[in-house]
T-cell receptor, first 112, second 117 residues
Framework: AQSVTQLGSHVSVSEGALVLLRCNYS??????LFWYVQYPNQGLQLLLK??????LVKGINGFEAEFKKSETSFHLTKPSAHMSDAAEYFC??????????FGAGTRLTVKP | DAGVTQSPTHLIKTRGQQVTLRCSPK?????VSWYQQALGQGPQFIFQ???????QRGNFPDRFSGHQFPNYSSELNVNALLLGDSALYLC????????????????FGDGTRLSIL
């Protein structure tokens, strides 16, 4: 069965610094991978998705993620953090049947 | 274009009661999935409805049941509520299920916060 592991339940960066949120997946078949963001008291918003078309995926709000099969990773990055990026981020994997499996989440704090 | 809408936004029940949560999918979407998100955790897949049938189910007991209507809206029912059922319940909609639609992302509503006393 597919699953994802998010390394670090809480990441804190300074405004303007690099954001790196880690996600490793396990899947017996090539997966579809997603990153979602959740702001307080809201649902999940899709940041980006990997569907095998390209290993480097660009998403909204300046985020991107790189699929590395050899490392079974799909880490999320952003060159320069903004205060508005503070939220909970979830990595998710699907084998294409919509039963997405989510990681436990990483809370991003941005310090002024 | 309305996104996924869920009602109610908040709900308080007591142990042993029953609850019904409602979801209207995004326009053009025909598949609805339900998730339970406990405090501090990621969403856990409950089940998915397509063409008015339950197509897939996660590791949840039979106390959790659902329904999909011809207009693609959906209900989640939970019977014999337990304290552990307190969570944010998220509805997500998408197009189709598997096949050519298998890489389509799900769109989430803002959820229903269920508290069990």
């Amino acid at each position: 069965a597919q699953s994802v592991t998010q390394l670090g339940s809480h990441v804190s960066v300074s405004e303007g610094a690099l954001v790196l949120l880690r996600c490793n997946y396990s899947s017996s078949v090539p997966p579809y991978l997603f990153w979602y963001v959740q702001y307080p008291n809201q649902g999940l918003q899709l940041l980006l998705k990997y569907t095998s078309a390209a290993t480097l995926v660009k998403g909204i709000n300046g985020f991107e993620a790189e699929f590395k099969k050899s490392e079974t990773s799909f880490h999320l990055t952003k060159p320069s953090a903004h205060m508005s990026d503070a939220a909970e981020y979830f990595c998710a994997v699907s084998k294409g049947r919509h039963d997405m499996r989510f990681g436990a989440g990483t809370r991003l704090t941005v310090k002024p | 274009d309305a996104g996924v809408t869920q009602s109610p936004t908040h709900l308080i029940k007591t142990r042993g009661q029953q609850v019904t949560l409602r979801c209207s999918p995004k326009s053009g979407h025909d598949t609805v999935s339900w998730y339970q998100q406990a405090l501090g955790q990621g969403p856990q897949f409950i089940f998915q409805y397509y063409e008015e049938e339950e197509r897939q189910r996660g590791n949840f007991p039979d106390r959790f049941s659902g329904h999909q209507f011809p207009n693609y809206s959906s209900e989640l029912n939970v019977n014999a509520l337990l304290l552990g059922d307190s969570a944010l319940y998220l509805c997500a909609s998408s197009v189709g299920t598997g096949g050519a639609y298998s890489n389509q992302p799900q769109h989430f509503g803002d959820g229903t916060r269920l508290s069990i006393l």
